[in-house]
């Protein structure tokens, strides 16, 4: 409920709020829906507007970069998601139990998160570099036979990219995870003890369930995550041995840039979209109609 | 965290044997966590030959400044090679801006949202939360555009600009969010004592909200500079913030790859984010804890 | 001396109608409680005397001006909040005086004006402490100071003490009836507890489900309350209530004639069916078996300390009595009831109004 305020205050904030809503609407709205007005026509080095229909929708779907593109990513999100919530699960479960040193764990589980995916990158590629890498370690420890060249094979390399982006989110998920963890009544811990049910069944059936909206949290961060996935691609494998790891935002800003197919990136970018609102808005709805307004 | 509460966490029965385990474990994780940061820094101080001969987790049997000091000062960061620092500086003069413009507009914004009962405030709204899920990728052509009619595009203000777009929704939800858990009596008690729209900003929601301030500033800080697309894409040559530049040195050496002139960069643009984490790290797991980063 | 009178006042939250018809006069230097339970409206009525709340139609007079479309801080109100509103980042003194300041009130004035208040409420030593240094009882005296400081012709209560403990409750309660008596300025008070309304008001209005259901004095209201909300609302433990129906100037209820005071009868039409209340306090319980009065089953006993509080059974209906603590039941004991015949409250058993 909103307190009345005299009309003047009123005009105040209307002010205040129309720089911002001039932006944010020219450029989340409008600028996107000429991405996507751009989608349809047949725009390569610059921008024209020459209806082409679904043209670029078509070859867009033919072209093998982009499905390879597309098949990573979903192939990265349902590896990544799953194990960096798993292990950021268990990490915060075993936190939360009280353990001495919290907050120096806590500060080593997380710093990776305020490191550049730049940076992330190039540090695992130089640890999984076939020759002097961990695979080295392994064999001056006497396993002469030892390899790891994940990052420079065609099938494999993905996987790579995985491992560092769970390295660097784990401890983020962690976090968000033992706020909630945190926000558990002690008594109900209290009440699982004295009726003994067992450790995972606890946590299975009560503790996550009433953790839910710190769950969904790590969900929506994690996703972002997915959809953003770029600069550690860039960094690691160029997108390669070949296009093997290639992802959609690099596909979207290699044409547009590189190649100087504008219209062709604006379709992968607008199915990029459609693919985030599809899985983004029913959270929205679904978090706000569980919160009800907040005033 | 009350540590009273600790004890009534943990069964009584298999605490030993389970408790050692936990420890165990999180210590290997925290080991896992750490390898990266100690690989680079012992590569960073590797002269070649050491690292060709020697192991990926060795201490460097003589410590060499000279790779820092090519890295800082003379790599090559594609045709230029004058190391780092030109990035450094760039990187400072994008994110202080950036940062301080950011919160400025999202604490206004979230302002206006959250006490006063402006028209189409909540359609602004919602346009800037789903806006933050937004692939970057799907806004980049559209800034392109909206960049280059302005004459912004390749400069300083260009890329500020486009990191307070991304910045504010995450920014403006955080503090509507903080105030929108601020009691309606207080807006109440300033409107009988007489503060009008901006008084009551300053003089009571101001003060109030320096911890988020420096929630929102520190993750701010570390995003901007983390930061590799905006500054790639809206930076240009000269403008090109220390992760690019790190990107290129990595990328475009001909010839035998320094590894531990790599290192050196990367450990270089990695110290102001790691300073601000471990200097602020409370705020800055406050900031991910209360869901900031939601955006 | 102020008054706040309220003409035919209406509010609305877009369609829905919050309050409608609203008339009431509250003259100068009268302590006024609304009380009810939430959601009956009371807040919203004092916020739209306050200023803080739109009104659709009517008129709201403070002192004889129309004040209905006048900002809150010209209209000679203080204002003091349930959950305190302190600004957090001000020392008390900053708080006291910060909306003096606002209306650029001379330094030297708003120095002496706290001090004055300060000195009242004696919260000197706490002049320079932040809100977050005070105990919940400190804080809401610091807030009650925010108000006096206004130097209001009226005081707008908004459940001030419901976030406190019961002992700190009461003390305040003394606290705010002596500010009242010291600077007879017109209070009006939100609460949904009916002992701060009993000890503090002049004249209480009872609110239910946004309608005025009675307003008069606290012990009008206690011993001739005018439906058997307000008999249930006000009074602990609530009045009883049994069904029956009239016969010769008796209640008949469950077959027994129980007789009822020619003063309240009189009005009465025989074979009405009626509600008949009766409060714990008006009742005695009969051991003996001489065959008068309401038989009923004991339930529950409660000692109290100075009196027991026994729960009885009459078929499916319980009722509340206060007995001497001297007395011995136990409970499955068979006893009788006597209600004080001059002590009986009939309403209407469609309308439940007060007959």
New interface residues.
């Given amino acids: 409920?909103?307190?009345r305020?005299p009309s003047?205050?009123?005009l105040?904030?209307?002010l205040?709020?129309v720089p911002?809503?001039f932006?944010?609407?020219?450029?989340?709205?409008?600028?996107?829906l000429?991405?996507a007005g751009?989608s349809f026509t047949r725009s390569s080095m610059l921008?024209n507007y020459r209806f082409a229909g679904l043209t670029q929708y078509i070859n867009l779907f033919a072209n093998a970069r982009w499905q390879v593109s597309l098949g990573n990513m979903v192939l990265f999100a349902s590896i990544f998601i799953p194990v960096t919530l798993l292990?950021g699960y268990?990490?915060a479960a075993?936190?939360?139990?009280?353990?001495r040193g919290?907050n120096a764990?806590?500060?080593?589980?997380?710093?990776?998160?305020?490191?550049?995916?730049?940076?992330?990158g190039?540090?695992?590629r130089?640890?999984l570099d076939p020759n002097?890498?961990?695979a080295?370690?392994a064999r001056?420890l006497g396993f002469e036979n030892a390899s790891f060249d994940w990052i420079v094979n065609a099938d494999m390399a993905i996987f790579t990219i995985i491992i560092a982006a769970v390295?660097h989110s784990?401890?983020?998920v962690m976090?968000?995870l033992?706020?909630g963890l945190?926000g558990v009544d002690?008594d109900l811990?209290?009440a699982i003890?004295i009726e003994g049910i067992p450790?995972w069944k606890a946590h299975l059936y009560i503790i996550v369930p009433s953790i839910g909206t710190s769950i969904a949290?790590a969900l929506?961060?994690m996703s972002?995550t997915v959809?953003?996935l770029?600069?550690v691609v860039?960094?690691m494998t160029?997108g390669g041995p070949g296009i093997a790891t290639d992802v959609?935002?690099k596909f979207?800003?290699d044409h547009?840039?590189e190649r100087q197919q504008?219209g062709l990136?604006?379709a992968a970018?607008?199915t990029?979209?459609l693919l985030?609102?599809a899985v983004?808005?029913p959270l929205?709805i679904l978090k706000n109609h569980r919160k009800g307004g907040?005033? | 965290?009350n540590?009273a509460?600790?004890?009534?966490?943990?069964?009584a029965l298999a605490a030993p044997l389970s408790r050692v385990l936990?420890?165990l474990?999180?210590i290997v994780?925290?080991i896992?966590?750490?390898?990266?940061?100690y690989?680079?820094i012992v590569?960073a101080f590797k002269s070649m030959e050491e690292?060709?001969s020697g192991?990926?987790?060795s201490l460097p049997r003589a410590f060499g400044f000279e790779h820092w000091w090519k890295a800082w000062n003379s790599a090559c960061t594609g045709l230029r090679c004058e190391g780092l620092k030109v990035g450094f500086v760039n990187s400072f003069l994008i994110t202080v801006p950036s940062v301080v413009l950011a919160i400025a507009?999202g604490a206004?914004?979230g302002?206006?949202?959250?006490?006063?009962?402006?028209?189409?405030?909540n359609v602004?709204f919602t346009?800037?939360?789903?806006?933050g899920?937004?692939?970057?990728?799907?806004?980049?052509?559209?800034?392109v555009?909206?960049t280059s009619t302005v004459g912004l595009f390749n400069s300083l203000a260009g890329v500020i600009f486009v990191h307070v777009?991304f910045a504010?929704?995450v920014v403006?939800l955080l503090f509507r969010?903080y105030f929108?858990s601020i009691?309606?009596?207080?807006?109440?008690?300033?409107?009988?004592?007489?503060?009008?729209?901006?008084?009551f900003f300053f003089?009571?929601l101001l003060?109030?909200s320096v911890p988020m301030i420096a929630v929102a500033g520190i993750l701010q800080v570390?995003f901007i500079?983390?930061?590799?697309?905006v500054g790639l894409?809206f930076g240009g040559i000269n403008y090109a913030p220390m992760?690019v530049q790190?990107?290129n040195i990595?990328?475009s050496t001909y010839g035998e790859r320094e590894?531990n002139v790599?290192?050196a960069a990367?450990l270089l643009?990695?110290i102001i984010?790691?300073l601000?984490?471990?200097t602020s790290?409370r705020w800055?797991?406050r900031g991910?804890?209360?869901?900031a980063?939601?955006? | 001396m102020t008054g706040v009178h309220l003409r035919n006042l209406g509010i609305r939250y877009g369609q829905v109608e919050v309050l409608k018809g609203i008339d009431l006069d509250i003259p100068a230097s009268e302590f006024i409680v609304l009380l009810g339970p939430s959601g009956c409206g009371k807040s919203t009525l004092l916020?739209a005397i306050?200023?803080?709340q739109d009104v659709a139609e009517g008129q709201i007079l403070i002192g004889g001006h129309d004040m209905t479309n006048v900002?809150?801080?010209?209209r000679g109100?203080?204002?003091v909040?349930?959950?305190?509103?302190?600004?957090?980042?001000?020392s008390v003194r900053g708080n006291l005086s910060?909306?003096l300041k606002?209306?650029k009130i001379a330094k030297p004035e708003i120095e002496k004006r706290v001090a004055n208040v300060a000195k009242m409420l004696q919260i000197e030593p706490l002049l320079d402490r932040k809100p977050a240094e005070l105990s919940g009882g400190q804080r809401q005296r610091v807030a009650i100071g925010?108000a006096v400081v206004?130097d209001a012709g009226v005081f707008l209560f908004?459940e001030p003490l419901s976030n406190l403990d019961a002992q700190l409750r009461s003390d305040l309660r003394v606290e705010i009836k002596r500010l009242h008596q010291r600077l007879k300025s017109t209070m009006v008070y939100v609460t949904h507890d009916q002992i701060e309304a009993m000890t503090l008001a002049d004249r209480i209005v009872v609110m239910k489900d946004r309608i005025i259901q009675q307003q008069g004095p606290p012990d009008e209201i206690y011993n001739r309350p005018a439906n058997t909300f307000v008999a249930r609302f006000v009074g602990s433990p609530a009045m009883n209530f049994l069904d029956g129906a009239i016969g010769g100037g008796h209640a008949i209820i469950d077959r027994q004639a129980i007789p009822i005071a020619a003063a309240i009868s009189a009005p009465l039409s025989d074979s009405r069916p009626v509600i008949v209340g009766i409060r714990p306090e008006d009742m005695t319980i009969h051991t003996d078996d001489s065959g008068s009065g309401l038989a009923v089953e004991i339930d529950v006993v409660e000692p109290m300390g100075p009196e027991k509080l026994v729960w009885c059974k009459q078929g499916d209906i319980g009722l509340s009595v206060k007995a001497p603590s001297s007395i011995s039941v136990m409970p499955g004991d068979r006893v009788r009831l006597r209600l004080a015949e001059e002590k009986l409250h009939i309403f209407d058993k469609e309308t439940g109004k007060r007959i």
């Fill in positions: 409920m909103f307190v305020s003047s205050s009123r105040q904030a209307t205040t709020l911002v809503a932006v944010v609407l020219s450029v989340y709205v409008g600028g996107v000429w991405a751009i921008p292990i268990s990490m075993m936190i939360n139990r009280g353990v919290e764990l806590r500060t080593i589980y997380l710093y990776p998160f305020a490191m550049s995916f730049i940076v992330t190039l540090v695992w130089w640890l002097f890498g961990i080295d370690v001056k390295w784990a401890g983020l976090v968000v033992l706020a945190r002690d811990w209290k003890r450790a949290t929506v961060l972002l959809v953003r770029f600069d860039v960094a160029g959609p935002a979207i800003i547009m840039f504008v990136a604006s970018a607008t990029l979209l985030v609102l983004a808005v929205l907040a005033r | 965290m540590p509460n600790a004890p009534a966490r943990r069964n936990v420890y474990l999180l994780i925290a896992v966590a750490l390898l990266p940061l690989v680079m590569t690292i060709r192991t990926l987790l507009a206004v914004t302002y206006a949202l959250s006490f006063w009962r402006v028209r189409f405030a602004l346009v800037m939360l789903i806006g899920f937004f692939p970057y990728q799907v806004l980049i052509y559209p800034l555009r909206i777009v504010l929704p403006t969010n929108a009691p309606i009596d207080l807006f109440k008690a300033a409107r009988v004592d007489g503060a009008g729209y901006w008084r003089s009571i003060p109030m570390t500079w983390n930061d590799y697309i894409v992760t790190l990107n990595v990328h590894y790599e290192m990367t643009t990695s984010p790691l601000v984490y471990f790290g800055f797991v991910v804890a209360s869901g980063v939601k955006g | 916020n306050a200023g803080l900002e809150p801080k010209n109100i203080a204002m909040f349930q959950s305190y509103a302190l600004y957090p980042r001000m910060f909306g606002v209306a925010r206004r908004d």
